[in-house]
T-cell receptor, first 116, second 113 residues
């Protein structure tokens, strides 16, 4: 079964507008973490934001915020005021503890294109 | 200097050849990982290591082996490369005591002809 589902293969947004990238997850572990990574065309993986399963408030990092809805098992990334440099692949990932060891499971990604 | 380095950054090889991809880190992290990325499939875990004496298979370990020569070094080997191992390979590290974030290397693009 898919642990992390990103249903949007591609998204388009105009510069300065906000965009939401969807992510749903599946786990039976009460302790887990959710991550978003950005991968520009150069290929590196850039950490954006983290949300723990016990965190009461939604995580925010600058223009990035994570809309965490635990009951719905969703962890959508919201990018406010999009910039041209935001064009990239975005991956949602989940940390699960397996015998005390942390592994990340990734979704298939969403390609975001920001237009002028 | 980068905290997590991978060598080589690009490699083209032929079917049947033995290939080693190397990863080094200066972050002092105990945990290291190897992932491969294929278009449309995201990143998938090949192997991971808790420390130099702990090596574990990930979800797609067939055709690969690893060596944790030191805390700072984690190598991935393809004993006999095949074309469907053509992919982008990432090494990552994590501080198991405090970490949430995995730190990724720049990736190695491997092409098997």
């Amino acid at each position: 079964a898919q642990k992390i589902t990103q249903t949007q293969p591609g998204m388009f947004v105009q510069e300065k507008e906000a965009v939401t990238l969807d992510c749903t997850y599946d786990t039976s572990d009460p302790s887990y973490g959710l991550f978003w990574y950005k991968q520009p065309s150069s290929g590196e993986m850039i950490f954006l934001i983290y949300q723990g399963s016990y965190d009461q408030q939604n995580a925010t990092e600058g223009r990035y915020s994570l809309n965490f809805q635990k009951a719905r098992k969703s962890a959508n990334l919201v990018i406010s005021a999009s910039q041209l440099g935001d064009s990239a692949m975005y991956f949602c990932a989940m940390r699960e503890k397996s015998f005390g060891f942390q592994k990340l499971v990734f979704g298939t990604g969403t390609r975001l294109l920001v237009s002028p | 200097d980068a905290d997590v380095t991978q060598t080589p950054r690009n490699r083209i090889t032929k079917t049947g050849k033995r290939i080693m991809l190397e990863c080094s880190q200066t972050k002092g992290h105990d945990r290291m990982y190897w992932y491969r990325q294929d278009p449309g499939l995201g990143l998938r875990l090949i192997y991971y290591s808790f420390d130099v004496k702990d090596i574990n298979k990930g979800e797609i370990s067939d055709g690969y082996s690893v060596s944790r020569q030191a805390q700072a070094k984690f190598s991935l080997s393809l004993e006999s490369a095949i074309p469907n191992q053509t992919a982008l390979y990432f090494c990552a590290t994590l501080d198991g005591n405090v970490g949430n974030e995995q730190f990724f290397g720049p990736g190695t693009r491997l092409t098997v002809l």
